[in-house]
């Protein structure tokens, strides 16, 4: 773009100033709406900051908005008016749009201004209103003739791009309503419209196959083509209706609603209503079954959970009839029989538990595990409700046949997976083993409470060859680095392996999700120890003002997960009134900066300190009430080969993560609810006889129900004031653990040294939603 190039190269300030106007005014696409928001935020950092003209042609964009808001945020911003300004502009016409599409009370006589919206902004409003309409489909005539007419007024005035997501109905589609709401669809992006035929051809019934793009033949050339004569409200279909049956919009009511973020959320909680009722996944089959044997496997519903099998929450089903859909995943096994893994099933209340027989043949190869896991993911009327799993060992023996000391908690309880709707991640995955010997490949899964967010039906396995060396020497190379020049290329380095890793369908699911909150939240529920998925690059970032990492741009939570044992799911809500401070003065290498650290935690909280000794440290463990925060400033070491590895005391010896663990096996310990390492390396983790073994997954295991720790070396001056911040922002302001992590790490885009390194070396394992009600006995509140 010409303009562009007087923007970035002119050598007249006010020529570069005024062209970057004009581009930020034009309709862009996503790819040049990016390019004019970082020449206007290069001009945002630069001193003095862009003119206030520029500000306000620019504030459309949305990389732009996000830089207003801090702004508008910042009391002593000499910007702060002109950004107020520029936002109130950006959204007060569309807004006023929004709100006036049915009533017309205030709608604008003056629409002009929707023709600057950038791509998503323009979008983001086409899809709301087509949503309002879609939503009250059954109003009357007159109401909807009229907000008809506004939206071809807003259609005209938006840039010639401008396309709306799908939407989502309550129930079904009178028939005088088809036509004037296939015309509606015509609005839609084609993609949206398409995945749902993809998802229809799926399957192995040819007749519905035909039925499926016959129905596409007739549709086809009205997507993505409003008319010009917009049908009434009432009217006899025409072959715009079709589009309303192709994408799959006259479907029955699905799940009764329970708040905001109920979709995709219902738990152990959730209580059935008129309209619907719980049921349990069936997956009924041998436990074990001989290599290259025949095993028949019962999939549907039932009405009691199974101990076999591994559910995070009972589905809430509707209680007449519906269509159920389940995908199977059962790598290691190959179907029989001319039979697909994607069963449907018609339930009724005369069939309320219905299941199919599937025969699957175990394989025999010296590359697959004994123990398999075979998933199912369960959708009603093409929603999904949930995953389940259970394990079948082929053969005699099983490599990951070492016991815990626990037994598996009652099906149907809460499971890695948080089920209350109110606190649900914005996006929830999980990483989990696949069925290969060496334990090399991992499945992926998610899930979300937003509709628009739409699961795939299997994500491919993905290897990890060699991921425990690989992090091991990485963790070395961030150390070696620490205060070289090409730190940030080299984390950056890691961050585009680490990408690479991520299925694209997981990338897409985020990309999603950030379009309806920023930064989205996401719990990350992973079997693999040694990958930091934090770091990852995200290929196409929403957020341009901060380092691209994953743990930057969103809010995460790691947990770990257990594919032999339920895991409990991380709590989103804890209350402390005490905490506990671990120091002490190292004879070597003393931390001085961490004596001061734990001099601050003990005045101004009032922390009982705990000398870094190991008998005092297990000791007050065991003790009764046990705090509710356990901070340790000391030094740390991660020996996946030796034996100093985990809490280095101050005589020497090292309190092991073994130990730790070992606490278990005695009386029930009282809760300890967080627990913070701030030691170096002891976020790192390894595998034990397959399950996630270390430091932080010790503490997890005998109860706690956070944990923060660095991966590699810390500075102890910078971890100080890390630690120092994260107390103030977590207990006194109300701040989420994990959004104070974020935060950290999306500080670090101008540093470099140990201010880079330190904030990106902290994990933090939890609820990304988790909040902390601070009711200090005795803390001083100065």
């Known amino acids: 773009m010409p303009l562009l190039e007087i923007a970035r190269q002119d050598e007249d300030d006010r020529l570069r100033t005024a062209a970057l106007a004009a581009s930020a005014l034009l309709p862009l696409d996503e790819t040049a709406a990016k390019h004019v928001a970082e020449l206007v935020l290069k001009h945002g950092r630069a001193e003095g900051g862009p003119p206030d003209s520029l500000i306000k042609a620019a504030g459309n964009l949305p990389e732009v908005q996000a830089l207003l808001d801090r702004w508008v945020q910042e009391d002593c911003s000499a910007r702060r008016d002109a950004a107020e300004r520029a936002l109130a502009d950006a959204r007060i016409l569309p807004m006023a749009v929004a709100n006036g599409l049915m009533d017309g009370e205030g709608f604008p006589a003056?629409?002009?201004?929707?023709?600057?919206?950038?791509?998503?902004?323009?979008?983001?409003?086409?899809?709301?209103?087509?949503?309002?309409?879609a939503r009250t489909v059954d109003a009357d005539d007159r109401t909807l003739e009229s907000a008809t007419d506004r939206l071809k007024m807003v259609v005209q005035a938006l840039p010639g791009t401008a396309a709306a997501k799908l939407p989502v109905l309550k129930?079904?589609?009178?028939?005088?309503?088809?036509?004037?709401?296939?015309?509606?669809?015509?609005?839609?992006?084609?993609?949206?419209?398409?995945?749902?035929?993809?998802?229809?051809?799926?399957?192995?019934?040819?007749?519905?196959?035909?039925?499926?793009?016959?129905?596409?033949?007739?549709?086809?050339?009205?997507?993505?083509?409003?008319?010009?004569?917009?049908?009434?409200?009432?009217?006899?279909?025409?072959?715009?209706?079709?589009l309303v049956d192709l994408a799959d919009l006259t479907v029955s009511p699905r799940r009764p609603k329970r708040g905001k973020r109920q979709e995709m959320g219902d738990g152990e909680g959730a209580s059935a209503t008129p309209d619907s009722r719980r049921a349990y996944a069936r997956l009924d089959a041998p436990e074990r079954v001989a290599p290259n044997?025949?095993?028949?496997?019962?999939?549907?519903?039932?009405?009691?959970?199974?101990?076999?099998?591994?559910?995070?929450?009972?589905?809430?089903?509707?209680?007449?009839?519906?269509?159920?859909?389940?995908?199977?995943?059962?790598?290691?096994?190959?179907?029989?029989?001319?039979?697909?893994?994607?069963?449907?099933?018609?339930?009724?209340?005369?069939?309320?538990?219905?299941?199919?027989?599937?025969?699957?043949?175990?394989?025999?190869?010296?590359?697959?595990?004994?123990?398999?896991?075979?998933?199912?993911?369960?959708?009603?009327?093409?929603?999904?409700?949930?995953?389940?799993?259970?394990?079948?060992?082929?053969?005699?023996?099983?490599?990951?046949?070492?016991?815990?000391?626990?037994?598996?908690?009652?099906?149907?309880?809460?499971?890695?997976?948080?089920?209350?709707?109110?606190?649900?991640?914005?996006?929830?995955?999980?990483?989990?083993?696949?069925?290969?010997?060496?334990?090399?490949?991992v499945s992926w899964f998610y899930r979300s409470p937003h509709r628009s967010v739409v699961p795939p039906v299997i994500i491919p396995r993905r290897p990890l060859e060699g991921e425990g060396d690989w992090a091991r020497v990485m963790m070395r190379g961030v150390q070696d680095h620490s205060t070289a020049v090409d730190l940030t290329l080299f984390l950056n380095g890691i961050g585009d392996i680490v990408s690479e890793a991520v299925p694209e369908e997981v990338w897409e699911a985020l990309y999603t999700v950030a379009d309806l909150s920023r930064p989205p939240t996401v719990l990350l529920a992973t079997w693999d120890p040694y990958v930091p998925w934090e770091l990852a690059l995200v290929p196409r970032p929403w957020d341009s003002t901060i380092p691209k990492h994953l743990g930057a741009q969103a809010v995460v939570g790691r947990w770990t997960y257990r594919d032999r044992h339920r895991t409990a799911a991380p709590p989103a809500r804890m209350r402390a009134r005490g905490m506990a401070v671990?120091?002490?003065?190292?004879?070597?290498?003393?931390?001085?900066?961490?004596?001061?650290?734990?001099?601050?935690?003990?005045?101004?909280?009032?922390?009982?300190?705990?000398?870094?000794?190991?008998?005092?440290?297990?000791?007050?463990?065991?003790?009764?009430?046990?705090?509710?925060?356990?901070?340790?400033?000391?030094?740390?070491?991660?020996?996946?080969?030796?034996?100093?590895?985990?809490?280095?005391?101050?005589?020497?010896?090292?309190?092991?993560?073994?130990?730790?663990?070992?606490?278990?096996?005695?009386?029930?310990?009282?809760?300890?609810?967080?627990?913070?390492?701030?030691?170096?390396?002891?976020?790192?983790?390894?595998?034990?006889?397959?399950?996630?073994?270390?430091?932080?997954?010790?503490?997890?295991?005998?109860?706690?129900?956070?944990?923060?720790?660095?991966?590699?070396?810390?500075?102890?001056?910078?971890?100080?004031?890390?630690?120092?911040?994260?107390?103030?922002?977590?207990?006194?302001?109300?701040?989420?653990?994990?959004?104070?992590?974020?935060q950290q790490r999306a500080g670090t885009r101008d540093a470099s040294g140990a201010a880079a390194s330190t904030p990106l070396a902290y994990l933090f394992f939890g609820h990304p939603r988790l909040t902390i009600d601070w009711e200090p006995q005795g803390a001083d509140d100065a």
């Open 582 to 742: 671990v120091s002490g003065e190292y004879a070597t290498n003393r931390l001085v900066e961490a004596e001061a650290e734990a001099s601050q935690l003990c005045a101004h909280y009032k922390a009982e300190p705990v000398e870094a000794l190991t008998e005092p440290v297990l000791n007050r463990l065991r003790q009764s009430p046990s705090p509710d925060i356990l901070h340790f400033s000391v030094h740390g070491k991660f020996d996946v080969g030796g034996t100093q590895d985990g809490i280095k005391m101050t005589d020497g010896t090292f309190l092991s993560p073994l130990s730790v663990r070992g606490l278990r096996s005695e009386k029930k310990l009282d809760q300890v609810d967080l627990v913070f390492l701030n030691a170096c390396q002891l976020a790192q983790g390894q595998r034990m006889l397959g399950s996630y073994a270390g430091m932080v997954a010790s503490f997890l295991h005998i109860g706690v129900g956070a944990a923060i720790a660095p991966l590699w070396n810390v500075d102890d001056g910078v971890a100080r004031t890390f630690a120092e911040g994260f107390y103030q922002a977590v207990l006194m302001d109300g701040t989420a653990p994990a959004e104070y992590v974020r």
């Open 293 to 441: 044997e025949v095993l028949h496997l019962l999939v549907g519903l039932a009405p009691e959970p199974s101990p076999k099998v591994i559910q995070p929450t009972p589905f809430i089903v509707p209680s007449g009839k519906y269509h159920l859909s389940v995908q199977l995943i059962a790598p290691g096994f190959t179907v029989l029989g001319g039979s697909s893994l994607n069963l449907p099933m018609e339930v009724s209340p005369d069939d309320p538990f219905p299941y199919q027989l599937v025969r699957l043949r175990a394989e025999d190869h010296p590359d697959l595990a004994p123990d398999r896991v075979v998933t199912a993911v369960f959708s009603v009327d093409e929603s999904m409700i949930g995953v389940a799993y259970r394990t079948v060992l082929v053969g005699e023996g099983s490599q990951r046949a070492a016991a815990e000391p626990d037994s598996p908690t009652a099906a149907g309880t809460t499971w890695v997976l948080p089920n209350d709707p109110e606190t649900q991640p914005d996006l929830e995955i999980v990483i989990a083993p696949g069925n290969d010997a060496l334990c090399q490949e």
């Open 110 to 133: 003056d629409l002009s201004g929707l023709g600057t919206l950038s791509e998503a902004g323009a979008r983001d409003l086409l899809s709301s209103l087509v949503a309002t309409l």
């Open 171 to 242: 129930g079904p589609v009178r028939e005088t309503r088809a036509a004037w709401l296939g015309a509606l669809m015509t609005l839609v992006q084609p993609a949206a419209v398409l995945a749902v035929v993809y998802r229809q051809l799926d399957t192995d019934d040819a007749s519905k196959r035909l039925d499926t793009l016959r129905r596409l033949v007739n549709a086809a050339p009205h997507i993505s083509r409003p008319p010009a004569d917009w049908p009434s409200p009432s009217s006899r279909p025409d072959e715009r209706a079709g």
